[in-house]
């Protein structure tokens, strides 16, 4: 008996092997270059041949599976380290800092990330049936687990899909459901179902999100906020950082900075014109809480920005 189970078991390990190997080659052959690029709406490959700073972006709901390398994704306290052996899963759109740990020329950093929208896993979710969450779920937006052998398995077909461009039309959708149905099987399938069905809280909370994310640049009352989704200013203040593991005014401030960064990178303006742009009245406390945030005043950090981008369209 021993020496049956033994054997199944030895296939599996010789199966992730398998396609962990094959999703490196598949990825590097795609993207040959650092960077990242989108072959299919909804699927993005990444490249990086050395280890990168932090790089200031918002999350958006999706899967996060490394091929090769490791990654930490910080998302206020909180750290979230990736590898070949674990995936990420993200559930709301979060500001949030990420950073390649683990990169070489010879042994680049490659990942793919596959968008999950709402409706669809809402549909999954329906179809499978259930309904509502088996168990009480952790409500944070982003967390890793162990990358199981069945979604490592599709996101290969996933990727095989490239060589094959008349086949993806069809197998595309079945094979992106049939991975949105293996996390909802998953050890993350409780926080994936919760937010899916935005029930309880959660759905206030995301109310509130999308209110701050539209507004960023008008003066956040966080009683108003309160009142408008009917909670407590100490209820909303509790979840809203329980799922994003910020307070609501750390995330406007949050969204307010990256913002700013852009419009002077992006713009050209000066840093006092891109402080009053995302709603900052004081430029000293702009200039402050954006060196808190980025590590430098922002001009130099514009400049530094800017040189980066001029050596790498160089390389």
């Known amino acids: 008996m021993s020496t049956m189970i033994h054997k199944p078991a030895e296939r599996e390990v010789q199966r992730i092997q398998a396609n962990h190997e094959e999703l490196v080659e598949r990825v590097s052959r795609v993207i040959r270059e650092d960077g990242v690029v989108q072959p299919f709406p909804g699927l993005h490959l990444a490249r990086a041949s ?7 972006g918002v999350s ?66 329906l179809e499978a049936g259930y309904t509502s969450p088996r168990k009480q779920a952790d409500a944070r937006a982003i ?43 998953g050890e993350q399938g409780g926080r994936l179902r919760h937010l899916a069905i935005m029930g309880g809280y959660t759905s206030d909370i995301t109310r509130a999100v ?9 003066p956040l009352c966080i009683e108003d906020l309160a009142r408008e989704l009917g909670m407590s200013v100490s209820g909303l203040h509790h979840h809203f950082k329980e ?3 910020m307070s609501p005014l750390q995330f406007q401030k949050r969204l307010r900075l990256q913002e700013a ?30 060196r808190s945030l980025f590590g430098i005043p ?5 400049q530094r920005l800017r040189g980066e981008t001029l050596a790498f369209s160089g390389q």
Do not use: W
């Open 60 to 125: 958006t709901p999706s899967l996060c599976v490394i091929a090769q390398g490791s990654k930490e994704v910080l998302l206020g306290e909180s750290r979230y380290r990736y590898d070949p052996l674990h995936y990420l899963l993200a559930t709301i759109e979060l500001p949030s800092i990420s950073q390649v740990l683990e990169a070489s020329k010879a042994q680049p950093y490659l990942s793919l990330r596959l968008e999950l929208p709402p409706t669809l896993v809402s549909s999954v979710l």
């Open 261 to 290: 960064r852009r419009l002077m990178l992006g713009e050209d303006l000066d840093a006092q014109a891109a402080a009053y742009r995302v709603g900052y009245q004081d430029a000293s406390h702009f200039n402050r809480e954006y």
């Open 298 to 302: 922002p001009m130099r950090d514009v």
């Open 143 to 185: 967390d890793v687990s162990l990358l199981d052998g069945n979604v490592l398995d599709a996101a290969v077909r996933l990727v095989r899909l490239l060589d094959a461009p008349t086949e993806a039309p069809v197998l595309l959708p079945l094979i992106t459901r049939e991975i949105v149905y293996r996390l909802l099987m």
């Open 243 to 245: 799922v994003t593991a």
């Open 50 to 56: 050395a280890p990168t700073e932090p790089l200031h």
């Open 210 to 218: 999308a209110r701050i994310r539209q507004d960023f640049d008008q």
